[in-house]
């Protein structure tokens, strides 16, 4: 990565991690090469047959045009509209530079965030940094067709920024493991990244707040809080955008679990809470910490239903019993309800 966007993470945790996300590095990584090698054969198919005209019109001009006439210059009299332009031919070549050294570099999945750093411009340079694959994709296709301008299309050929994604490029996001201290552990600005499949996996070195992650837990977001690398198999598998956050040790005072939007309807039923810290108690007429709030929000979301209804037979699963879902329900609000006095 420029020096600009941080340094490269190098921890051992952190490259476990990267290990972890294999197959989501390896899809992105194996895109790439095939597009740069697509790229490459047409910039060489298409060379070929201008070099060809050259000559054959060199042939039909004569001994006449030798010394005379640039061959080339009068083959290009004669283009056919399928041709690439010298323009468009150097756009090509430089986006096939571009897509051959993402095909083979890793270096960008990891990212450092110096000490005292913002997370979420970390992950944003990061991003906006790979995003020349697909700005470099985008000019390929302009100037095949002949509309590359460059006043106005230059920016594929750089940085282009996340925002300006598509729906198809954010679904091929290649996997990003940022190594910061728990100090700079702000995860909250990266809610505007978790979207196709971008994959984030923060190493946090130091003791952290119990859930820092539990205000990113959405229906659509694949989330974990762990301490071993191989709870990452399955944020690797999801075919929806998620965050980790990866401990460099297992600490009581941390929470960990495992929200996967595919385990069902119900909060409850995504969530699998293997450790949640006890909540100490907070002196009357003292504002409790924010993280009381964020961990209070992750035993709501993983507590199941009183009076044993499934919220998710309501949702559209199933109910456990005949009973219609409407029933079910009536039933429940009935036995909350004290008609002693009526």
């Known amino acids: 990565m ?17 290990e972890a996300l294999g197959p989501r590095v390896k899809a992105f990584h194996s895109a790439v090469a095939t597009a740069e090698e697509e790229i490459r054969g047409y910039v060489t198919h298409r060379r070929g047959i201008s070099e060809h005209r050259a000559e054959r019109s060199l042939a039909e001009l004569g001994p006449f045009a030798v010394g005379r006439i640039d061959p080339e210059r009068f083959a ?22 571009i897509l051959a050294e993402f095909s083979v570099d890793t270096d960008f999945h990891l990212v450092l965030v110096p000490k005292g750093g913002d997370l979420r411009d ?6 906006n940094h790979v995003g020349q694959v697909f700005g470099a994709s985008r000019a390929v296709e302009l100037a095949r067709s002949g509309l590359f301008d460059p006043d106005q299309h230059s920016l594929f050929l750089s940085a282009l920024p996340f925002r300006k ?24 600005g990266l809610g505007e990244f978790l979207d196709g499949v971008v994959k984030i996996v923060l190493v946090v070195k130091g003791p ?50 495992v929200h996967d939007p595919d385990a ?44 044993g209804l499934d919220l998710g037979a309501v949702e559209g699963e199933p109910a456990a019993a005949e009973t219609k879902p409407a029933d079910q329900l009536a039933a429940w609000l009935l036995s909350q309800t004290d008609l002693a006095g009526t």
């Open 264 to 307: 069902g309807a119900a909060p409850w039923k995504r969530l699998t809470v293997s450790h949640i810290p006890e909540q100490p108690e907070v002196g009357r007429g003292r504002r409790a910490p924010t993280w009381l709030e964020e961990l209070a929000h992750l035993e709501a979301l993983a507590r199941k239903p009183a009076g």
């Open 76 to 97: 290009a009299l004669l283009v056919d509209v399928d041709d690439l332009t010298p323009d468009a031919e150097g756009v090509m070549e430089r986006a096939e530079q």
């Open 165 to 188: 994604w598509n729906r198809e490029e954010r679904h091929l996001a290649p996997p990003l493991v940022v190594d910061l201290d728990a100090e700079d552990l702000i995860p909250a």
């Open 2 to 18: 420029p020096s600009d966007t941080g340094m490269v993470a190098t921890s051992d945790l952190a490259l476990k991690a990267l």
């Open 208 to 257: 952290t707040t119990p859930a820092p992650l539990a205000r990113l837990i959405t229906p659509g977001t694949y989330v974990v809080q762990t301490a071993d690398p191989a709870d990452l198999a399955g944020l690797a598998r999801s075919s929806h955008p998620g965050v980790a956050l990866l401990f460099d040790a297992v600490r009581a005072e941390q929470a960990r679990f």
């Open 122 to 127: 970390a992950v944003k340079e990061a991003l």
